[in-house]
Every structure is written in structure tokens, then in C-alpha cells.
């Protein structure tokens, strides 16, 4: 599955994107793995309710199934026009 | 309905011209623009990030909804993504009606959908480095009211 | 300010533009445009009587009243008299504001105020004659907004 | 005084302006004047509440006083926009 990342979560964690092998049942489940990789994951992941999440493209929330999908994305709230 | 999302500039006066030009339905149209605007004096630039895909994805339901709940003839959004400078245009929403409050209306929910609800995220560069733009309550309120 | 009464049409793109041309104060520019709407499919054209002198009084008034309420940057009024075909653009208003939630009300203000507080006169022409459009008790309600 | 008419009432009377020379102290008083004189005055000014009155070029109520007064215009309820 591709991991993408957004704005300050982006510059946080220090990539844009990466595949991610998981088996991870629901968003919060990856959440949780990544946050148990490293320091940077763990200061992204720090609070979630400072996060976004779009599953397939798709604004979602953080109990979300992952099964079938292709690509999650974490960010913070948007802030267009 | 057209969905442009871009990094190069666009031209307000081309664009609005030919989104009404030669409506016989509609007798309203609403135009709205936002520019970057220099707060506090010390704005350098305004660096907008945006997923592709997903950004043309969200901002076609955002103005299919607004379409659909009040019978709009057509609807226009352009949104720049990038490195823009103070003055320089952001983005533009169109809405065209019979009635000038189903126009006007139907701009406001554009503006608000867009603002809190298209993946995009605004970084302000000053003298003193860069910040990411924090969300608003107020524009998340904003929603409540659709 | 700029308020305009003519009988010529005006160019919506060039008003656009030039009226959100380089503002680093206002983050929000609205334009509203009203065009000549064909409501029964036989109108053959609309033709638009005025009082000259009190409409650029009625018109001003208007437009300062709307730009202390909503500390405006700067509001624009163009509306045009005689005959106009459908399709053509009867009049548009332009507002500009830090903040889009006061460019909307401000652009819908001058509209419901210019609909019924500013001596003009519409007739519509079709095969059958011409008659005087009514004013709708609706615009008149619309002023009870504000 | 000038009066001028726009709109329906001014085809009604047939003319877009005339000198009135009056002592009418407020406008109603200038109205029941004016539906004395011929018919089509009288039509035109049959029911006041189709009616709206502007003193020199300020929208006004038909109590409005006349003294000093150089325009009074009457026309039906404005449609512009």
C-alpha cells in the first residue's frame, strides 16, 4: 500500500510518499505500527486529532478498514481558497 | 462545469467573461476571488501544497453537490497550487442561477467546501522563515450551516 | 468607489480585472452580474427606464453604505438603461473585502438594495407587447435583512 | 416645482415632466391636486400604495412636506438589478 504524506506531516516524518507492507486492519492500526518505527513517525503521529486522513482519495476517519486499499494519506486540516 | 487546478497564473477577466458570456437561462451570476493578501506586512510569499488526484476528485463532488442542490446551469473552480506572491490571484469559484440568491448561495458553499474540505495547505514565507497556515475554526464551523 | 450609469454595455472581464487588480489589502473580491433572462421563451427584448441624477444619487448612497458596514476596500456599480436583448448584461456590482464572508453580504446587500431602492424600471417585450415587470414582493422582504 | 412621472405613470398621464404651479403644503396634498385635474391624473393616482414618491431625488412618504421643494417624482415600485 502507498503511504503518502502532506505539509507539515511531510516535512515531520521527511518523505512524500513510501510503500508500506502492512497488515494492518483499520488506519488507527497503521497508525500505531508506524508510530512504533521511529522518532520522526512517532512526533507526526504524536495527535491524531491534529490529522487528516484520505483513504483511496477519499476524506475518511481514522477507524477506517484498510482491506482492498491502495493508497492512505495523512495530513493535517486543509486550508484552501 | 469546470474543475482547473494549476501552478501557472490565471486571467480573472478572460475567465469570468466566459463563464457568463451568452447565458440566456441564467440571469445571475456570482464571481468570487481570492488573493494573497499581506496580513501583518512582512509576507514574502505564499507556497500552496496539493494532492493531485485527489484534489480534482474532491473539488468535482464539492461543485457537483452545489450544482445538483440549487440547480445551478454551471460552475466554475480554479485553483492555483505553488509559489504565489502578494497580489497574486489563489483561486476563483463561478456559479451561474436563474435567481441571485441560488448564485450567491451556491458560491458561499463552494468557498466553504473548499477552503476546509479540498486537500490543500497554505505556507506563509517571511523574513523569518516559512509556516504552515493553521486551520480556522470559524471555516470549519462554516460547514454547519449546509 | 466607481458608480456607472450608461446606456452602452460594459465589458464584464476588463470591470473583473481591473476592479481585482493588485490587491494586497483585500483577500476576497466578489462580483455578482445580472444578465437579461429569456423566463417564458418569448421575450424579445427588456428595455430599462431611469431616473437621471437620482439613480447615480441612489447608487452611491448604496454603495457608501455598504462599504462603511463591511469596511470595504472598494465596491464597484455598473448598471445599464434602454434596450437590451436577452442574453445581454444588464448591470454587475463588485465588492472587495479582507474577508470573503464580508464580500458575499456586502455584494448581496448592494444587490437587494439596488433592486428595489434604485429608480429603475424594467419592461419586457414580446410578440403579445410590452409590459412593466412588477417588483416581487420577495426583493422588497430581501431588505429586511439587513 | 417640477413633477416628473417614470414608468406606467407616465404613460398613464402621457408626459414625462411639467412645471405645476402649487400651494400644496405636502405631496398627498399635490396628489389630490393632480387627480382633479383630468382623468388620466385621476388613473394614474387612483390607488397611492402602487405608488412611490421622491422629493428632490430622496425617496420619501407621501406626508412629506413641499416648502421649498424643486422635484417631486412619482413612479411605480423600483425592479432594477
Redesign the interface.
Known sequence: MDV?Y???V?ERIGIPQEAVDTQAGTVMDLVEELRGREERYAAAFADISALRV?VD???TDFDAPLSGVREV?F??????? | MRIVVQDAPFDLGTEAAGFAEGRAVSGAVVTFTGIVRDVDGGLQAMEIEHYPGMTEAALTEIAEQAISRWSLEDALVIHRHGRLEVGDMIMMVATAARHRKDAFEAAEYLMDYLKSRAPFWKREVTADGADWVAARDEDEDALGRW
Not at chain 1, 75 to 81: I, L, R, S, V
Request: aromatic share 18%.
Open positions: 503518502l502532506f505539509a507539515w511531510r484520505a482519495q477519499q476524506l494519506a495530513f493535517p486540516p486543509m486550508t484552501g481558497g
